[in-house]
């Protein structure tokens, strides 16, 4: 089975722009969650989706928003970055909705300029 | 909220030489943790889930067990190979998203 997707692997972007950045689970995998990853915090929740629906969102401004497909598919977008918003991003599937255990793709390392 | 501490932060070890990780947490009904491996640069790898008390779980080196306060990840005759971040993060009875600890930065030296 193929794992987790994400594209692009490497984005460099300047202050004020937006970007949006793709997630594809693996195969059969309804659940799906992004993290970001920086050195100081460690990794953060941002948001958990199931079905289309968004489950949980986590302690990040509005600026940070998100989505998922009929297929399963998530993206997420974050508007007017900021220098600070310089991290690895990460995507996770789960095979089971809540409890289950994640399996992460190799991330999008973005960064502000 | 859920809190989550690894230690050390840092470990280096010589090759052959055996040690733990720590993972201690408070969290509202726990009802498991998962252990991750995390090579620099790329996305974290699942380990095991452990679902309860006295649970032990291995693969190869590695050797999980837990308890109602902490998590322990045992590291027997490491390989350079070993060295990661390993990061855990319980999982807990409400509806909340999971917290992950900052990790334990694995040095193993030949």
């Known amino acids: 089975k193929a794992g987790v997707t994400q594209t692009p692997r490497y984005l460099i972007k300047t202050r004020g722009q937006q970007v949006t950045l793709s997630c594809s689970p693996i195969s059969g995998h309804r659940s799906v969650s992004w993290y970001q990853q920086t050195p100081g915090q460690g990794l953060q929740f941002l948001f958990e989706y199931f079905s289309e629906t968004q489950r949980n969102k986590g302690n990040f401004p509005g600026r940070f928003s998100g989505r998922q497909f009929s297929n399963s598919r998530s993206e997420m977008n974050v508007s007017t970055l900021e220098l600070g918003d310089s991290a690895l991003y990460l995507c996770?599937?789960?095979?089971?909705?809540?409890?289950?255990?994640?399996?992460f793709g190799p991330g999008t390392r973005l960064t502000v300029t | 909220e859920d809190q989550v501490t690894q230690s050390p932060e840092a470990l280096r070890l010589q090759e052959g030489e055996s040690s733990s990780l720590n993972c201690s947490y408070t969290?509202?009904?726990?009802?498991?943790l998962f252990w991750y491996r995390q090579d620099p640069g790329k996305g974290p790898e699942f380990l095991f889930t452990l679902y309860s008390a006295g649970e032990e779980k291995e693969k190869e080196r590695l050797k999980a067990t837990l308890t109602k306060k902490e998590s322990f990840l045992h590291i027997t005759a490491p390989k350079p190979e070993d060295s990661a971040t390993y990061l855990c993060?319980?999982?807990?009875?409400?509806?909340?998203?999971?917290?992950f600890g900052k990790g334990t930065r694995l040095s193993v030296i030949a």
């Open positions: 996770a599937s789960s095979p089971r909705d809540r409890d289950g255990e994640q399996y």
């Open positions: 993060a319980p999982l807990n009875s409400g509806n909340t998203p999971l917290v």
């Open positions: 969290v509202s009904g726990l009802r498991g």
